[in-house]
């Protein structure tokens, strides 16, 4: 059953990630091309680069008789680049109108139109001699894959139960290795790296979109959103059933009724509204830290070095697109352990684990870096970290933000919970790919030092204020985060009175009774 969900995932995925080329940034720096390290940099996907630079090149030169300037044809090809990370800013804007509207299922449906669309005028761009066919299929994609990093960690975490709720959650990043070693395939000379190829391999995401299409119709809505937004009982029953076919949903119906009635008098909370909400400023702070952190933890930059430290370390030059796109291995063989022993372990240790890792690995890079020409060993000690920083990612930080953001709010906010984190990370995206290179010019390997300390800053305050969710049910742990609130408070009365107290008959203080009722602390 949860296959057919899972494969859904993997059109999303496909969607950011089967088309790598097209979701980096460019500079000119100095007459020469500074490339940005958003999302990953391949040595494979350089040719597709160009290929697209000289049908650009090439499509101006036989419209206007004279061809583009070198600055020029960056600056387009960078429109084009960057226009996937404003198009994804829009859509996890959207989303929480979408999913309300639509449902969760309903919206993933709906919204794959935008995939066809995007395919289409990617796929047929050079028949019709039309850069601008390629643009808008980017920012088109980007709305779609804004769209559906939101709505998918929603729909797989609403519809899982309690015990499967982290194993769910992180197949996402299990799908997205998958996807970015399919591109790295994909991208090689071999296949889809040539020339007149690039725009199938453009275009190519419209098939397992097609797939998707034609199987999630069968699939029930989400049975909570049936429930508490639509009030409908015998389609959450059906929804229920469906997904647990041999368990007692008595229990969970019994829950979610619970939840609804606590939301009986509040509607669907807008960000604004969300923002302003004091009983969940824990966890709308939570949510920012961890997507924030999620992408400046320095997974992105890491790809400037990689070809650099694989050349170090006495690879031959023509085995090096292959030997990157055999990172994507790991990325797949980390996620699956982050999946399967998430329920054992819980969230907070994969992601105290898995940014403290990326913290280390990143130092130890900045310490390989600066040392490996006087000491020849410390080549292999920055493959070695190289690896760390991505298997950490891919443990943790790469899916638990997403389970975390479902886990951590109740129905009516945890639509406005997903625009703020979707929109953060798209924002902190686009920040990592526009500030890297100045930061790398101006600091060298020293700029690893920053994730370093990105990173141990995220996993010290997940230690600190995040709680673990294993097993809890969404009552459950909206109550956990009101006994912290009630906590603080406790303490913050504590720590007034005292200072009261202190001022010595400062106003007549002295002469105030100040009595702590002992009964309403939390124990």
């Not at 998430?342 to 900045?366: D, N, Y």
Request: with cysteine; hydrophobic share 45%; aromatic share 10%.
């Amino acid at each position: 059953m949860y296959s057919f969900i899972y494969l859904q995932v993997r059109r999303l995925n496909d969607t950011a990630y089967i088309q790598p080329v097209s979701i980096r940034f460019f500079w000119p720096c100095g007459g020469k091309l500074q490339v940005s390290p958003h999302l990953q940099i391949q040595t494979v996907l350089v040719e597709i680069m160009r290929y697209i630079k000289d049908f650009y090149n090439k499509t101006v030169l036989s419209r206007n008789g004279t061809g583009l300037s070198g600055q020029t044809l960056t600056l387009m090809y960078s429109l084009t680049v960057s226009v996937f990370a404003i198009g994804g800013l829009l859509g996890s804007l959207i989303v929480g109108m979408l999913v309300t509207r639509f449902g969760r299922k309903g919206t993933v449906i709906n919204t794959t139109v935008l995939v066809f669309i995007a395919g289409s005028l990617m796929g047929f761009s050079r028949i019709c001699n039309s850069p601008e066919m390629v643009i808008i299929g980017r920012f088109i994609t980007g709305i779609h894959s804004g769209i559906s990093l939101s709505v998918v960690p929603m729909y797989l975490g609403e519809i899982a139960p309690k015990n499967l709720r982290g194993f769910l959650g992180l197949v996402p990043s299990i799908f997205i290795g998958t996807g970015v070693f399919t591109a790295q395939i994909f991208g090689l000379h071999e296949l889809l790296g040539k020339e007149e190829h690039w725009p199938l391999f453009l275009s190519v995401v419209v098939v397992p979109t097609f797939i998707q299409l034609m199987l999630l119709p069968w699939f029930p809505e989400s049975p909570r959103y049936l429930l508490i937004e639509k009030h409908n009982v015998h389609a959450t029953i059906t929804a229920l059933k469906w997904y647990r076919a041999k368990c007692n949903i008595q229990a969970e119906i019994e829950e979610m009724q619970e939840e609804q009635r606590s939301l009986s008098s509040v509607a669907t909370l807008s960000v604004w509204n969300l923002l302003l909400d004091d009983t969940v400023r824990w966890q709308v702070l939570s949510v920012v830290v961890i997507n924030i952190g999620m992408q400046l933890s320095g997974i992105d930059a890491i790809w400037f070095y990689t070809n650099d430290i694989f050349k170090n370390a006495d690879i031959p030059e023509p085995e090096i697109p292959y030997t990157t796109a055999g990172t994507g291995i790991i990325e797949i063989i980390a996620g699956l352990i982050g999946c399967f022993t998430i329920e054992k372990l819980g969230r907070r240790p994969l992601m105290i684990g898995g940014f403290a890792m990326m913290g280390v690995c990143s130092a130890g890079i900045t310490l390989a870096l600066i040392l490996q020409a006087h000491l020849s060993f410390m080549r292999y000690i920055s493959v070695g970290c190289v690896v760390g920083i991505i298997a950490g990612f891919c443990i943790g930080p790469a899916g638990v933000p997403f389970l975390i953001t479902a886990e951590l709010f109740k129905q009516s906010h945890r639509p406005a919970a997903y625009i703020v984190g979707g929109s953060l990370n798209w924002l902190s995206n686009f920040t990592v790919g526009f500030v890297f290179p100045f930061l790398q010019e101006s600091a060298g390997s020293y700029c690893y030092l920053v994730f370093a300390t990105i990173c141990v800053s995220v996993a010290v305050y997940v230690h600190i204020v995040i709680p673990e969710t294993k097993n809890k049910t969404f009552m459950e742990i909206s109550r956990m985060f009101s006994k912290k609130e009630a906590v603080l408070e406790t303490q913050g009365l504590i720590h007034d009175q005292l200072k009261l107290k202190k001022m010595n008959g400062y106003g007549g203080v002295e002469h105030t009774s100040l009595e702590f009722d002992s009964s309403s602390s939390v124990p």
